[in-house]
């Protein structure tokens, strides 16, 4: 029987989209000229379907019988980076850290393994490659931040290969990859730094770590608005999306975007000093304003849960005359649809106008809020603008609101006062009794306790 010859096809090398004939422009990723011309060997192509009897066959075995396995996390030794990864970092698991340039992540990474290390066997290794620094440039910051180096390998390249062979030789316990976007193979094409690279070499990548007791920590560069397509190609691919963001002062903040290992309610926060990233043990006060003199118009405090942390924060408002005929909402920290339907409820059970405003709100210290448990601190803080009456200082409001007006409980109301109490808030307004707080049930029982309307 004559073989089968190749058959020809056209693939992107920035995508890998293939398709049968040629064409200028690559209907997938829109790129031009990345059409190239590839043969199939039909007969490289392994029979693999039902009934096949080349391929081993894989039978179901009962769960009961499997044995659980010990042992299976790593420590960083960086207690705010362990929190967020789910209690340390699963072995056997890839990790992306997506950051915009010049966030720190080369410098969380490097701390990271050396941290690492403390935790680990004796004889076991770390290898730390990098694309994008000299190791001449990483052992001058390892020694500026005094880092501990036994038992970290360094590896300066863009080559895939180069890295695949150095895993093999180092069989590190941790594998740290600054940045992903750098490493290169030409199996993937000719041009560098395409979606296609990314995806070829993350996929070596992480098959390597899966068949090793090992981590893998890649990092990727997001620019502010995270439109580069790239990274978020890999996210389906690895089992931890970690995002590390900052504020406008010197915070930094890690925020799972997906475990399969743990929890994504977890933050980490950081501060970036000269001594590279401090960790922020007690952040509960790290978002409130200290003022010396009186509290402005507009400001209302509230307690937050950010997974299983309490922190106490400052909801700040604006109210001005709408310019368009339309009243409009501005705010990237709180959820639009979340201020203007509190606005809505304040205007139909307290009679104050905010259809013919357009509202500003903030949240001091950059942190984002998502919970319903502001609601009520929010609603104050809209009054307290739209009134230009000052909410006392040491007030701190807790509770959800309904359409209908009222303020509900939320998860942990206790806990919530208590930290607030804590931090040196003394009126602590929310829909239950006990640890002193004050009990409101509606939004204008609210308004009544905090302005005397
Ligand atoms: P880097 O880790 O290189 O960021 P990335 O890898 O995300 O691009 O961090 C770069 C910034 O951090 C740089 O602007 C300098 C600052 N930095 C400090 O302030 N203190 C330090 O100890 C270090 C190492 C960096
Ligand atoms: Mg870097």
Redesign the pocket.
Known sequence: MAKKSGTITYKCSNCGYSQPRWLGRCPECGEWNTLEECIIDQNAITPAGRGCDTVQKIKPVPLSSVEAQQDTRIFTGIAEFDRVLGGGATKRSAILIG????????????QTAASTTKSIAEKANILYVSG??SAAQIKE?AS??SLRTNGIQILCTMRLEDILDALDIVNPILAVI??IQTVYSAEAGFIPGTVNQLKYSANELISWVKEHDSVLIM?A?ITKEGLIAGPKSLEHMVDTVIS?ERNND?IRFLRAQKNRFGSVDEIGLFE??????TEIEDPSALFLTRRTDSQPAGIACTAVYEGSRIFLVEIQALTVPAKASLSRVYSDKVDSARIARVAAVLEKRTGIHFSDQDLYVNVAGGMRLSESAIDGALAAALYSARTDIAVAAGTVVIGELSLAGEIRPVNRVKQRAKAAQNMGFTQVYAPETGTGMKKITSVKELIKELFGK
Do not use: N, Q, V, Y
């Not at 950051?99 to 490097?110: D, M």
């Open positions: 950051g915009e340039p010049g966030i720190g992540k080369s410098t969380l990474l490097l994008e620094e910051r500026r931040l600054d940045s990092t560069h590390f010197e970036m000093t000269s001594a590279g990233l």
